[in-house]
T-cell receptor, first 112, second 113 residues
Framework: EDQVTQSPEALRLQEGESSSLNCSYT??????LFWYRQDPGKGPEFLFT???AGEEKEKERLKATLTKKESFLHITAPKPEDSATYLC?????????????FGTGTSLTVIP | DAGITQSPRHKVTETGTPVTLRCHQT?????MYWYRQDPGHGLRLIHY???????DKGEVSDGYSVSRSKTEDFLLTLESATSSQTSVYFC????????????FGPGTRLTVT
C-alpha cells in the first residue's frame, strides 16, 4: 500500500514559469513531512520539514505547504539550476519504530 | 555536509557472494538508516539503527543484515547477493530532538552479476 504519492512524475518548465509539485500521504501517525532535492548521481539533500497543517516554509524560489492530506512544493520563477528530482517523505511513528516513507519523486527540468 | 561517508562507492560482485557496505558518520547521531533506490520504487528502507547494537527492520529487509558496534559505523551485509539486489544504496543519519531531518551519504552503486 502506497503511503506517499507524488505527482506529476516529470515536469518541464520554461525558465520563469512557476508551478507546483504535489505530495499526498496516507500514514496515520504523521510526525513530519520532508522535502528533499536529489541531483543525478548524488544523495538526497534536505530542504524542508513541515509538522502541522497550515505550516509553510520558504527557501529562495521554493515554498512548501502542508494540509492534512497533502503537501505542495511551489516553485516561483524557476531557473535551470532548479532542475533536479524532488522527493517527499513522511515520518511515521504510529508503528513500533521511527521510519520514513518516500515517494518516487518528481523530475523537474527547467529549460532556459 | 553531515560528515557521512560510504564505502565502497562502486562494487561489482557475483551472485551468491557476501557483500558488506560501510557507512561512517563523524557527528555522533543516534539514528542511522540504510535505503536502496531503484527506478520506479524510490527510496525504500532496508534497516535502521537507533543506537549501538539497536537495530530494526524496514520494509525491504529480506536478504540483508546490519550491525552497529560503534556509534559512528553502520554496516549493511548482503548475506548471499542476488541480481535483484543490484541497486544504489544510501546511508542516512537523522538528527534527534524534534527535527529528525535526514542527511544522506553519497551512495554505493552495487551490481550483482
Amino acid at each position: 500500500e502506497d503511503q506517499v504519492t507524488q505527482s506529476p512524475e516529470a515536469l518541464r518548465l520554461q525558465e520563469g514559469e512557476s508551478s507546483s509539485l504535489n505530495c499526498s500521504y496516507t500514514v496515520s501517525g504523521l510526525r513530519g513531512l520532508f522535502w528533499y532535492r536529489q541531483d543525478p548521481g548524488k544523495g538526497p539533500e534536505f530542504l524542508f520539514t513541515l509538522y502541522s497543517a497550515g505550516e509553510e516554509k520558504e527557501k529562495e524560489r521554493l515554498k512548501a505547504t502542508l494540509t492534512k492530506k497533502e503537501s505542495f512544493l511551489h516553485i516561483t520563477a524557476p531557473k535551470p539550476e532548479d532542475s533536479a528530482t524532488y522527493l517527499c517523505a513522511v515520518r511515521d511513528y504510529s508503528n513500533t519504530g521511527n521510519q520514513f516513507y518516500f515517494g518516487t519523486g518528481t523530475s523537474l527540468t527547467v529549460i532556459p | 555536509d553531515a560528515g557521512i561517508t560510504q564505502s565502497p562507492r562502486h562494487k561489482v560482485t557475483e551472485t551468491g557472494t557476501p557483500v558488506t557496505l560501510r557507512c561512517h558518520q563523524t557527528e555522533n547521531h543516534r539514528y542511522m538508516y540504510w535505503y536502496r533506490q531503484d527506478p520506479g520504487h524510490g527510496l525504500r528502507l532496508i534497516h535502521y539503527s537507533y543506537g549501538v547494537k539497536d537495530t530494526d527492520k524496514g520494509e525491504v529487509s529480506d536478504g540483508y543484515s546490519v550491525s552497529r558496534s560503534k556509534t559512528e559505523d553502520f554496516l549493511l551485509t548482503l548475506e548471499s547477493a542476488t541480481s535483484s539486489q543490484t541497486s544504489v544504496y544510501f546511508c542516512a543519519i537523522a538528527t534527534s530532538g524534534s527535527a529528525y531531518e535526514q542527511y544522506f551519504g553519497p551512495g554505493t552503486r552495487l551490481t550483482v552479476t
